[in-house]
């Protein structure tokens, strides 16, 4: 992935494809970098905290360079369209969340509904496509305030992530991060074997 493309091809190749979803999180992470003064980061000078697993958070994890990999993305699983995105050098971070109405539109509502369907006709399959033209120019042309509300707040960071000594479970022989594993005066055990054996 070319780290030069514009922040919204970023995210689209990362993603696969484009829509709504992905573009609110284009959204969040550009005005994350405008607010906060940010650059992508390169090893975790950022931190991203996201309230949901839906598409906006590859925009995150494409623009801003917080990924899961390098430790500098944070899962809360509240079901909610909310990034909180955090600088170390600046000790600032901005809490973003996507305001309720955002996507409540007809236009919305029609594009979740063919979007949800097993099979399109050739007729809803062109719908579909301008519908999802007129959704991009909405969401990408609309002011900030009018699909997000904003604030700065307090933010206590992580220590950086570390390397962790990888152990072999007793049971399964597969390497378990030491962390994670659940160590007895006779065994290791890694978390799915413990819970096969019913928490023992």
């Known amino acids: ?28 992470s550009e005005f994350a970098i405008q607010h906060l003064e940010l650059e992508r980061d390169r090893d975790e000078e950022l931190l991203a905290v ?27 699983d509240y079901g909610k369209a909310v990034y909180t995105i955090a600088s170390r050098d600046k000790g600032r971070a901005v809490r973003i969340a996507q305001k309720y109405n955002a996507n409540r539109s007809p236009l ?3 594009y979740r509904e063919l979007n949800n369907k097993a099979e399109l006709t050739s007729q809803e399959k ?8 007129q959704i991009f ?3 990408m042309t609309a002011p900030f305030e009018d699909i997000f509300q904003w604030r700065e707040v307090d933010f206590s960071f992580p220590d950086k992530a570390e390397i962790r000594k990888t152990l072999e479970c007793s049971v399964c022989g597969e390497g378990v991060m030491d962390a ?10 890694c978390p799915t074997c413990c819970i096969d054996k019913g928490g023992e």
């Open 180 to 189: 994670r594993a659940v160590i007895t005066a006779n065994e290791i055990v």
């Open 126 to 133: 062109t719908e579909q496509e301008n519908l999802l033209g």
């Open 137 to 139: 120019e909405s969401i």
């Open 50 to 76: 996201v309230e949901t697993n839906s598409c906006g958070v590859d925009a995150i994890q494409a623009i801003l360079g917080c990924t899961f990999g390098k430790g500098n993305l944070i899962f809360k």
């Open 1 to 28: 992935m070319c780290r030069d493309m514009p922040p919204l091809e970023l995210a689209i190749q990362f993603h696969g494809h484009i829509c709504p979803g992905l573009l609110m999180g284009v959204r969040a």
């Open 108 to 110: 919305f509502a029609r």
